[in-house]
């Protein structure tokens, strides 16, 4: 399928979607978040998906000129925007059955640093920032960034980030546990592709449980969260992945996953 605001590329088992709007920094429109569910609607047996941005940065934000600001009543514009458009691409990450790797550099700003926060691993390059500046201009963080930041950085940090409105370079978001690893730039792209193609010969059906697993985790208790892991290796255990790990092991061999 051709789409107009992204790039999507299937190298083996990974699905690769690149933001493509470079001379804007990748600045998001709500159709390019439309565009990212649909790519996740149609992984075509894919089984990882890596984000990545065309140019210098991952994504600078929501594209905020014209549009919301533009409208008659900018605030239900963008309430529209957010309910209709870029939640639901963000839901969709959350909800697909296959790991899921981004790669930033420069700008994760915005509903950008939501969308590179959103993976399983977020991979930076020693260029990448990322940021909540809403409040520099008068408004409050979205893309779920209020529900994902205290839980991966605590409360205080969290914070910081969104009333301060300040840049945290890639090495501090390491530091805090915000992402996965920080790379030399010119090796970002090799080593998240890497990561996703590790990922996608991995046992899918066990991957994809264990990443709703943790999505679920943060809304439930510890003995909900017991009742919820056994399900899902009951599920887990009557995959043919399973069967095959198990082989390997009493074998002696390394494991074929094929996805089932």
Not at 18 to 47: H, Q, S, V
Not at 78 to 88: F, G
Not at 110 to 133: H, K, M, N, P, R
Not at 153 to 169: D, Q, W
Request: aromatic share 6%.
């Amino acid at each position: 399928m051709t789409y107009e605001h992204i790039l999507t590329d299937r190298r083996g088992d990974v699905l690769v979607v690149t933001l493509n709007r470079p001379d804007r920094l990748n600045a998001a429109p709500p159709a390019m978040f439309e565009e990212i569910a649909g790519a996740l609607a149609d992984l075509g047996g894919a089984r990882a998906v890596l984000f990545a941005g065309a140019g210098r940065g991952f994504c600078s934000g929501a594209d905020v000129a014209g549009g919301a600001l533009g409208a008659e009543n900018p605030g239900e514009a963008t309430y529209l925007a957010l309910t209709a458009s870029y939640n639901p691409a963000l839901l969709a990450i959350a909800q697909a059955d296959v790991p899921v790797v981004s790669a930033v550099r420069g700008p994760a700003a915005g509903i950008g640093c939501s969308l590179a926060l959103a993976a399983d691993f977020c991979v930076a390059s020693e260029t990448a920032y990322f940021l909540q500046a809403f409040v520099n201009i008068g408004l409050v963080p979205d893309g779920g960034a209020s529900w994902m930041l205290p839980r991966l950085i605590g409360r205080a940090r969290a914070t910081a980030m969104m009333m301060l409105g300040e840049r945290v370079p890639a090495t501090t978001a390491l530091d805090w546990g915000m992402i996965h690893e920080v790379v030399l730039d010119e090796a970002l792209d090799a080593t998240a592709f890497a990561l996703a193609e590790r990922l996608a010969a991995g046992p899918t059906v066990a991957l994809g449980l264990m990443r709703r697993g943790l999505h679920a985790a943060y809304e439930s208790d510890y003995a909900a969260a017991m009742v919820r892991e056994a399900e899902n290796q009951r599920a887990a255990r009557g995959s043919a992945d399973s069967m095959e790990g198990g082989m390997a092991f009493l074998q002696k061999r390394k494991p074929q996953f094929r996805g089932g």
